[in-house]
């Protein structure tokens, strides 16, 4: 697992009224990434994978993770989604995070094709149990459905945002995970504010 | 009896996930007595108030570390020579060549595989069956 990197973009900031630079880092499957930059905001795609958003209030950081449990029962196949959660917290506590401090949002963990094993249900129920064991504060999030979803996170403030994909993207989404990681496709679908 | 079970392992770590993890390959390994610590403090406080044959040990933990609680066990004449496995990121190269200067017994980076538990183990207590 690797961190992401960030890249700047021209953005319009209707809450300002102005066009800003927004820089954004796009975390991909197996990436994490912390900051404590307020003009950040992360972005992933996720279809059965999940992301966890964690930050901590006070000290001012945050970080995302975008991980997918390899389908192997019991502790074998947990140990992925472990270490990539253990990743993220730890890089949180070495930029002054307090672990009692931390509050997660997870999203994720969708079914985008039937029939098969939900391996989504699966990601998705780890990272819960995760965060129950760990005594973490779930502060929401959205989990499990049958649509890809685009994330966006703020890790200073913890605002994050949720756009559905159209279910024939969700599909094209689905179908392409096992090729290179491609652009993110245009927004579609209904807006989610957390 | 099996090498296993009569070893009184303590695992430290903050994440209870992880502990959960490392006792259930212990468990599969034929370990029966395995206690747990929250960070380097509390480890230090059990091993010296019961006996310990191993210690599988984080590195980043709060309070006292994995680094800071070998330094420990290693300069404590009654525990000095518990064996102790310090548990590593992929990055963390430098901790353990830190952590061998303290004198660790065996690194297991993580993520890994009770097959990968057992060959660090049994590299420092021998066969386990």
Known sequence: MSQAATASTPAWEPDRGIAVELRKAHVIQGEFLVSDDPELVMTTILGSC???????????????NHFLLPGVSGSEGLRYGVQSME?????????????????????????????????????????????????????????????????????????ARQVFLAAAESKVFAADRRRPAAPPPEDSGALELF | MPVAASIHC???DDQQTIRSLVRSGLQELGFRT?????????????????????????YNMPKLDGLGLLRAVRAHPPIQKTAFIMLTGRADKDLVQRAVQFGVN????????????????????????
Request: with cysteine; aromatic share 6%.
């Open chain 1, 87 to 159: 990743l993220l917290m730890n890089a949180l506590l070495r930029r002054g995070a307090r672990r009692e401090r931390l509050e997660v949002k997870l999203f994720g963990g969708g079914r985008l094709i039937t029939g098969l094993t939900d391996v989504g249900s699966q990601n998705a129920a780890f990272a819960e149990q995760f965060v129950r064991d760990e005594g973490l504060a779930h502060a929401g999030g959205s989990l499990r459905g049958d649509r890809a979803r685009r994330i966006q996170y703020w890790p200073v403030n913890g605002r």
């Open chain 2, 10 to 12: 303590l695992i430290v």
């Open chain 2, 106 to 129: 065996n690194y297991l980076v993580k993520p890994f595989t009770v097959a990968t538990l057992r060959e660090k183990i049994e590299a420092v207590f021998g066969a386990l069956q």
């Open chain 2, 34 to 58: 395995t206690f747990e610590a929250n960070d380097g403090e509390e480890g230090l406080r059990q091993m010296l108030n019961r006996p310990i044959q191993l210690v599988i040990s984080d």
């Open chain 1, 50 to 64: 999940v992301a966890a958003c964690m930050r901590d209030p006070v000290a001012g950081v945050g970080g995302m």
